[in-house]
């Protein structure tokens, strides 16, 4: 099993930036791929970031290429979201994610059905 608790979110204006935290615990040695989500209300639950644990490659949906940057620490088994010039349209839960199998192609990495484990989410909310 592997454990991960999303911090840093809140209330920013558009414009701003945050930096979101994962801190992965457990059978982290598992992990493929480290993703975020994000969920708003009423909405589908939508790919933002994924990053491979031991490669380094990642991938971004087109509405965040340029603006938001993942990364990851490996020894400190933690997952970054760098979030810069946010928009109201990125309110959302953001739910970090982890895949213990093989994830192939690369755009695979954005379906969230690959992804056994989840975090319980952190608001971000962006005020125009």
């Known amino acids: 099993q592997v454990q991960l608790v999303e911090s840093g979110g809140g209330l920013v204006q558009a414009g701003d930036s945050l930096r979101l935290s994962c801190a992965a615990s457990g059978r982290t040695y598992t992990m493929y791929v480290t993703a975020w989500f994000r969920q708003a209300p009423g909405k589908e639950r939508e790919f933002v970031a994924a990053?491979?644990?031991?490669?380094?490659?990642?991938y971004y949906a087109d509405s965040v290429k340029g603006r938001f940057t993942i990364s990851r620490d490996n020894v400190k088994n933690m997952v970054y979201l760098q979030m810069n010039s946010l928009k109201p349209e990125d309110t959302a839960v953001y739910l970090c994610a982890a895949a213990v199998s093989a994830v192939h192609p690369t755009e695979a990495m954005g379906d969230k059905v690959n992804y056994a484990y989840w975090g319980q989410g952190t608001q971000v909310t962006v005020s125009s």
């Open positions: 990053i491979r644990w031991n490669s380094g490659i990642i």
